[in-house]
């Protein structure tokens, strides 16, 4: 197995303050957390934006001072998300593209989020894969539900997408493919052979599937966009603490971690 890569989702669109009092919201917050997920074990983040109201937002500006932060006082590798919130136009979401990062998500298909619907239609996920590959960013190919593979496969055949590919399946969202190991294990198979696979969970199949991640040989999304509580009735104290316990995990495991610089490795980036 490769060391473990371990992504912390910093903030995402969806919690609140009001939910989760230590949700990270500013720039300078967001930083100072990255830099907390990375003395924890953390290799890379998962990069959303927010006014100071904490409002979801894809302002370039507020990424450029993320990612500038970020960089200036760490190594991790740095994701920005194009998926931003539900409702955002497909400009504003492309606005984290505009910030110079190491990668960013790319979702090739839409899918029931909630109440609403987290829309990528197949003409929106083109452009967003040819930006990319315009810019040098590398995608990370979010999977919400199963029919997002074989779409992802045929961004890939059409060159859009690198080959083998870097896959996040992120379950459990209402609407998308369930969080446990069975539908885990089914769209692991049907991953490219030698693509990369990063499994995030949703709430309280957070962990489960972190431990799952770490015992298969996939690598781990954790975080506050993913999960707000650290266990049952204990809202989680900040993203680092999170971090610090999928690290303990696989210590324990003898997972070894992978450093920022050899996650690059693993996942074909070019170095720092
Ligand atoms: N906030 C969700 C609607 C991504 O970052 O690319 C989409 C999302 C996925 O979080
Ligand atoms: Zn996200």
Redesign the pocket.
């Known amino acids: 197995m490769d060391p473990l890569i371990i992504t912390a989702a910093l903030t995402?669109?969806?919690a609140t303050r009001e939910q989760q009092p230590n949700l990270p919201v500013t720039p300078e917050e967001l930083i100072e957390a990255a830099v907390a997920c990375r003395e924890a074990g953390a290799a890379m983040v998962?990069l959303?934006v927010r006014t100071e109201d904490g409002t979801p937002s894809s302002d370039p500006e507020l990424f450029r001072q993320a990612v500038r932060g970020i960089r200036a006082r760490t190594d991790l590798i740095v994701q920005v998300?194009?998926?931003?919130?539900?409702g955002m136009s497909e400009d504003e979401r492309l606005g984290g593209l505009l910030a110079n990062p190491d990668m960013a998500?790319l979702?090739p298909g839409s899918v029931n989020?909630g109440s609403e619907v987290?829309l990528n239609p197949p003409d929106l996920v083109r452009r967003f894969a040819a930006r990319m590959k315009a810019l040098g960013v590398v995608p990370e190919i979010?999977i919400f539900d199963h029919g997002m593979i074989p779409s992802a496969l045929a961004l890939q055949a059409e060159g859009l997408v690198p080959t083998p590919g870097l896959f996040d399946l992120?379950l459990g969202v209402p609407g998308g493919a369930p969080a446990n190991f069975e539908t885990a294990l089914l769209l692991m198979r049907q991953l490219p052979s030698g693509a990369t696979c990063t499994i995030a969970a949703v709430g309280r199949h957070q962990l489960p599937l972190n431990a799952f991640a770490i015992l298969t040989g996939a690598h781990v999304r954790t975080g506050l966009?993913d999960n707000i509580y650290y266990r049952a009735g204990r809202k989680a104290a900040s993203n680092a603490e999170l971090v610090a316990r999928v690290a303990r995990i696989a210590q324990e495991l003898e997972r070894p971690l992978a450093s920022p610089e050899e996650a690059r490795t693993i996942l074909r980036l070019a170095s720092s």
């Not at 998300?81 to 539900?86: I, K, L, N, R, Y």
Request: no cysteine; hydrophobic share 35%; proline share 0%.
């Open positions: 995402g669109a969806e998962h959303h998300s194009t998926g931003g919130a539900v998500s979702t989020f987290f979010e992120v966009e």
